[in-house]
């Protein structure tokens, strides 16, 4: 296995203030527990008791809850290895038992399928997510394995994934799961406990993909990627969360076997992904109706699906790349996606979710009951469980398990890929080395480095210049001259001595932004960024019975930093007169932009909103009205007879 | 029962030539036979036999096909009413038989419910549809009864219509169906036989609608209009289709009351609807995922849903309310949505159909396979069949019933709706009066009427201007002076000799016309359209290689009219030099107009899209390209402490 960059040990980097250091605090105290809760009541626990009595009973919930179950263990495993928290073992223990009971002689382990009043085994590959399942418990041991400690669980995971390869691997049944996730979690499972065999069976399942072994469902074999192989696939297609796990779990098998063919098939999809089907925010995945990308282009503002799921699979599958490549622009969108596709799942108290991102909420969604589950995409504001509830357990097990995000290394370089306040402790070249990071970043654009330990000769860090500030970062070490880029990476180089220093300095100042021409939903439209975060506007934010959908944003005007976000000039377009028909042959309401009232408007980061009660929301703001133009009264019309 | 406008008798007035002629034969000759053999082959029909014959039997489709197999029986009723076709009377009459077989001792009749090995009757008033079919059976029933026939089917629909009233009247149930359809057929059915129990029911119905009796639902109760009642709503909202069937049930109970409040009620939701959710074409009901229509200004074109069937139920809703009201904008609604939402549902040959109407095909579809049914909405291209296949017979029995759109009258005018090649012939203030109508319409604006027998003193003739040629259209009776409006209507007064003609000249040139700015999704795009029908651009009239999404359209250039479309002179946009992040702190591709090759470019008929083989198409097309703009250079940023 060669890759450009290798993970640090588990543990080696540490988050200690800000952000995401508060996020996994907010994540250990509350969504933990809280997706715990909502599993024992809602029965998902339950069915592994159930299954393993072996009576007869009605299975709660969708096919794949079991995977919930695995996502939330996978949470723990990864917090309890963060933290060593004793009591959160107990209770990873006790629910890994009643996991572990419910698996079959033959290593089969699913509570919804097999039973002799359930549907055969593998009996619906399409829809089942049996094998979906399996990868989730497979990840949740290797976790498990990279905290450093064993358990129930991982022999469980053994013995299914030892099932597995003799129903599907190269003797059995050539067949692959309609949503992908078991191929990244066989390899992670392989490095984990060392068995070759997983990895022999990813690498089947990858290959096998993409040649109609699935049945016809009504979204097509693109839906589930198996409309082409991935080695031959132009752009991610498709369901969003399926498309991103498999090629995850592409990358993964690439690596494995220094295979520069599918890795570079899947950058120039990846590539091709970026460009046209991904919102600003990160979001992937426009269209509610399957969950799936949608055509080159289309991404309305106000459809926008980008379900939560498919950010955290979009920041699996670009650290992937970034660790096999070394390009850092994978890390950028690392960034971009965690605090604007992902960070914005959750509510400020850690107990309700967004399952789907919108960028542009045209009314006043109602709040969900806080005592019920409730369905996906309804409400405008996020829910605290859904019938369908992939989103939280996924966010809780990706907040657990953020840090190796933020580092890597060569055998002489140690990459500093993200910013916050953290300790890094690692080995460069057979000597120590330890990085202390402070920051108020994302509010403040200065990270200071502490190097208490010095830095080797012939050893370095690398730091990543977001895009952004690509041309105005800078870099002082010690007391040299700072170091201007443009660059990518900014290098501190040793020999320094101990306690010795660096300031980056990154420009935060908010920006407008355009979008391409093609994504016709935009067009006239601007966005304000500031630094990696978007900002969004919201009503609450606005005058007095004004919405969003009722103002314009000029963008001659003034922005102003404000810390956390803008202060931004919006002009509020008077109500319509009437209603009449939307489609004129003159530009309509042809306001004069002296004739509107003109405000400074807050926008605050796009993740957070939505936690101040019912509003609007819009990312994506209008530029000044049309006025009346040439087309009113001078529209030459000739006939001619053609 | 007062209504502004009266329908005339069955048989008044009669399609001769031209567009809605032509497609009145395509209907008899090719549609009908067409849905029948897909229904005898898919076992809709054999669906009744199997029923009647008593034994357990696998139910063919989704639980609503019996509407099918009665929406076909209704347009062979119409057209045997328009034609006195006895052989389709043979067909009529044999198919009805099957259908009466079916009929339960009690008078209820469905083929999916209430057997011992089915559901039971009423126990999914949600999704069951039961209510539904049998309101297809009653509009079935009402149109043999105009067509001036009886038969089976009569009987069979009063006695599942005493039934219904027995389960469901003021004794019964307080329950509604989750499909509205039936409240206007019983109105229809009291019409046409007379049973004022029939109308007593319908008011029930709407009036029980929007009171919470229908279970929740994943889309929520606004999906069948079970959230507010439709007195107190203030907006079509939810399922298209039933949100219009509905409201078209409500006028005809309001104006079977003459209950203004009612009527008034649905009024102010359809001003509201045409002003904020309603497409350039007249379709209704933007989102895929539950066809319903979405918020306001919601109206994306890449994704437009806008059901064929939606159309329909539009165009019933709108022919309602212009007779209630006599307001001729209705009429204008009715021409929009049957040319550009309706009439657009057919292929060329009357054997493949689109189920939606999207308003930009961003990537050409595949060829449908002709053999088998399909999935509704996925292909770009029409289908021959669908697994759940509402439109095709839906466009046949309005096809064949369209002639009561043409004309209406009070006791001294001939109100004439529409324009095409007709005759009209009826009776004003007791005197026969006949209009011989010859126009080239919609390719030519020239509309010639003719009075064989003169026009009695004291009567006239009122005809429709579309709001398009309000300003410009011109009428010249006789040797008179033009009368030229602007005026919503022009009028034709008696006395006239026999012989008499008039000439309408309506202004047919293509213009341009652009959105509400509230509709971001088409923020600087211009649509073309000529007289009453939208244009829209395919790839196969563009330069080889070049797609839809490649051009944009100069407001300021001439466009041509070609007869039945437009020349219009667009920019090839040069393709992106490479695949990258899409925002950008500056305008991307700022493109000097004098840099990018003008063409020019056949816009067509948008309601003929599709007919020439896998294309993109557009019918809003964006305007120049941004320009470089102060944002890019002198943007200003300010930092401020707040």
Same mark, same amino acid.
């Given at each position: 296995?060669?890759?450009?960059?290798?993970?640090?040990?588990?543990?080696?980097?540490?988050?200690?203030?800000?952000?995401?250091?508060?996020?996994?605090?907010?994540?250990?105290?509350?969504?933990?527990?809280?997706?715990?809760?909502? !599993?024992?009541?809602?029965?998902?626990?339950?069915?592994?008791?159930?299954?393993?009595?072996?009576?007869?009973?009605?299975?709660?919930?969708?096919?794949?809850?079991?995977? $919930?179950?695995?996502?939330?263990?996978?949470?723990?495993? #990864?917090?309890?290895?963060?933290?060593?928290?004793?009591?959160?073992?107990?209770?990873?223990?006790?629910?890994?038992?009643?996991?572990?009971?419910?698996?079959?002689?033959?290593?089969?382990?699913?509570?919804?399928?097999?039973?002799?009043?359930?549907?055969?085994?593998?009996?619906?590959?399409?829809?089942?997510?049996?094998?979906?399942?399996?990868?989730?418990?497979?990840?949740?041991?290797?976790?498990?394995?990279? *905290?450093?400690?064993?358990?129930?669980?991982?022999?469980?995971?053994?013995?299914?994934?030892? +099932?597995?390869?003799?129903?599907?691997?190269?003797?059995?049944?050539?067949?692959?799961?309609?949503?992908?996730?078991?191929?990244?979690?066989?390899?992670?499972?392989?490095?984990?406990?060392?068995?070759?065999?997983?990895?022999?069976?990813?690498?089947?399942?990858?290959?096998?993909?993409?040649?109609?072994?699935?049945?016809?469902? &009504?979204?097509?074999?693109?839906?589930?990627? @198996?409309?082409?192989?991935?080695?031959?696939?132009?752009?991610?297609?498709? +369901?969003?969360?399926?498309?991103?796990?498999?090629?995850?779990?592409?990358?993964?098998?690439?690596?494995?076997?220094?295979?520069? $063919?599918?890795?570079?098939?899947?950058?120039?999809?990846? $590539?091709?992904?970026? #460009?046209?089907?991904?919102?600003?925010?990160?979001?992937?995945?426009?269209?509610?109706?399957?969950? *799936?990308?949608?055509? @080159?282009?289309?991404?309305?503002?106000?459809?926008?699906?980008? &379900?939560?799921?498919?950010?955290?699979?979009?920041? !699996?599958?670009?650290? =992937?790349?970034?660790?096999?490549?070394?390009?850092?622009?994978?890390?950028?969108?690392?960034? =971009?996606?965690?605090?604007? #596709?992902?960070?914005?799942?959750?509510?400020?108290?850690?107990?309700?979710?967004?399952?789907?991102?919108?960028?542009?909420?045209?009314?006043?969604?109602?709040?969900?009951?806080?005592?019920?589950?409730?369905?996906?995409?309804?409400?405008?504001?996020?829910?605290?469980?859904?019938?369908?509830?992939?989103?939280?357990?996924?966010?809780?097990?990706?907040?657990?398990?953020?840090?190796?995000?933020?580092?890597?290394?060569? &055998?002489?370089?140690?990459?500093?890929?993200?910013?916050?306040?953290? /300790?890094?402790?690692?080995?460069?070249?057979?000597?120590?080395?330890?990085?202390? !990071?402070?920051?108020?970043?994302?509010?403040?654009?200065?990270?200071?480095?502490?190097?208490?330990?010095?830095?080797?000769? +012939?050893?370095?860090?690398?730091?990543?210049?977001?895009?952004?500030?690509?041309?105005?970062?800078?870099?002082?070490?010690?007391?040299?001259?700072?170091?201007?880029?443009?660059?990518?990476?900014?290098?501190?180089?040793?020999?320094?001595?101990?306690?010795?220093?660096?300031?980056?300095?990154?420009?935060?100042?908010?920006?407008?932004?355009?979008?391409?021409?093609?994504?016709?939903?935009?067009?006239?439209?601007?966005?304000?960024?500031?630094?990696?975060?978007?900002?969004?506007? $919201? @009503?609450?934010?606005?005058?007095?019975?004004?919405?969003?959908?009722?103002?314009?944003?000029?963008?001659?005007?003034?922005? +102003?930093?404000?810390?956390?976000?803008?202060?931004? /000039?919006?002009? !509020?377009?008077?109500?319509?007169?009437?209603?009449?028909?939307?489609?004129?042959?003159?530009?309509?309401?042809?306001?004069?932009?002296?004739?509107?009232?003109?405000?400074?408007?807050?926008?605050?980061?796009?993740?957070?909103?939505?936690?101040?009660?019912?509003?609007?929301?819009?990312?994506?703001?209008?530029?000044?009205?049309?006025?009346?133009?040439?087309?009113?009264?001078?529209?030459?019309?000739?006939?001619?007879?053609?």
């Amino acid at each position: 296995m060669i890759t450009a960059l290798e993970p640090l040990p588990p543990g080696a980097v540490r988050l200690e203030d800000g952000f995401w250091a508060d996020l996994q605090r907010l994540n250990a105290e509350v969504v933990i527990g809280h997706c715990e809760e909502w !599993m024992l009541r809602v029965g998902w626990i339950g069915n592994f008791d159930l299954a393993a009595a072996g009576e007869p009973f009605e299975h709660a919930g969708i096919e794949f809850v079991d995977s $919930e179950v695995y996502k939330l263990l996978q949470a723990m495993a #990864a917090e309890i290895g963060r933290t060593g928290d004793e009591v959160l073992e107990a209770r990873f223990t006790a629910l890994s038992e009643r996991v572990a009971a419910a698996q079959e002689e033959s290593g089969y382990l699913h509570t919804a399928f097999g039973r002799p009043w359930q549907r055969p085994r593998y009996s619906d590959l399409e829809w089942g997510h049996e094998l979906y399942c399996f990868g989730h418990l497979f990840q949740t041991a290797a976790a498990r394995v990279r *905290s450093g400690r064993g358990g129930v669980l991982v022999d469980v995971a053994r013995r299914l994934a030892d +099932h597995v390869h003799e129903e599907f691997g190269p003797e059995g049944r050539v067949a692959v799961c309609g949503h992908p996730e078991i191929e990244l979690a066989l390899v992670e499972l392989y490095r984990a406990v060392g068995d070759v065999r997983y990895l022999d069976l990813a690498r089947l399942f990858v290959a096998r993909r993409g040649r109609g072994t699935l049945k016809p469902i &009504e979204f097509g074999p693109a839906y589930f990627q @198996d409309d082409v192989p991935v080695r031959e696939a132009e752009v991610l297609r498709g +369901h969003a969360v399926r498309a991103l796990y498999l090629s995850a779990g592409a990358v993964d098998v690439a690596v494995e076997d220094d295979d520069d $063919e599918l890795l570079g098939a899947v950058r120039a999809q990846w $590539e091709r992904t970026l #460009a046209r089907r991904t919102y600003l925010t990160g979001g992937m995945g426009a269209r509610h109706q399957d969950e *799936s990308f949608g055509d @080159d282009f289309e991404l309305p503002a106000d459809r926008a699906y980008a &379900e939560t799921c498919a950010g955290i699979a979009s920041v !699996m599958l670009a650290h =992937r790349l970034l660790l096999a490549t070394g390009d850092p622009t994978y890390a950028d969108t690392v960034e =971009r996606t965690l605090f604007n #596709a992902v960070a914005c799942s959750l509510r400020v108290d850690g107990r309700a979710f967004f399952y789907a991102n919108t960028l542009h909420q045209r009314t006043a969604g109602q709040r969900p009951p806080e005592d019920r589950v409730n369905a996906r995409a309804q409400a405008g504001l996020r829910s605290p469980w859904f019938e369908v509830s992939c989103c939280p357990t996924n966010l809780a097990r990706t907040v657990a398990e953020l840090a190796p995000l933020f580092a890597s290394k060569t &055998e002489r370089c140690l990459h500093l890929h993200q910013f916050a306040s953290l /300790t890094v402790t690692t080995e460069l070249a057979g000597s120590e080395v330890q990085v202390r !990071m402070r920051t108020g970043y994302p509010d403040d654009g200065d990270v200071r480095l502490e190097l208490p330990l010095g830095l080797p000769e +012939h050893t370095s860090i690398a730091l990543r210049v977001p895009s952004w500030a690509r041309a105005e970062a800078t870099l002082v070490v010690g007391g040299d001259e700072p170091v201007a880029p443009p660059a990518e990476t900014l290098t501190i180089a040793g020999p320094l001595q101990p306690g010795a220093v660096a300031i980056l300095q990154l420009p935060l100042l908010p920006r407008f932004v355009t979008a391409d021409p093609r994504i016709d939903a935009l067009r006239g439209q601007l966005a304000v960024e500031k630094g990696p975060l978007v900002l969004a506007v $919201e @009503d609450v934010d606005l005058p007095n019975g004004v919405t969003v959908n009722d103002i314009a944003v000029d963008p001659a005007g003034q922005l +102003h930093d404000t810390g956390d976000g803008a202060l931004v /000039t919006v002009r !509020m377009l008077p109500p319509s007169a009437q209603e009449s028909w939307p489609y004129h042959r003159q530009p309509v309401r042809p306001i004069g932009l002296d004739q509107v009232t003109t405000h400074q408007v807050r926008y605050r980061p796009y993740h957070r909103w939505g936690n101040r009660g019912p509003t609007t929301m819009r990312v994506w703001t209008p530029g000044p009205p049309p006025q009346p133009s040439p087309l009113a009264d001078e529209q030459q019309i000739t006939s001619t007879s053609t």
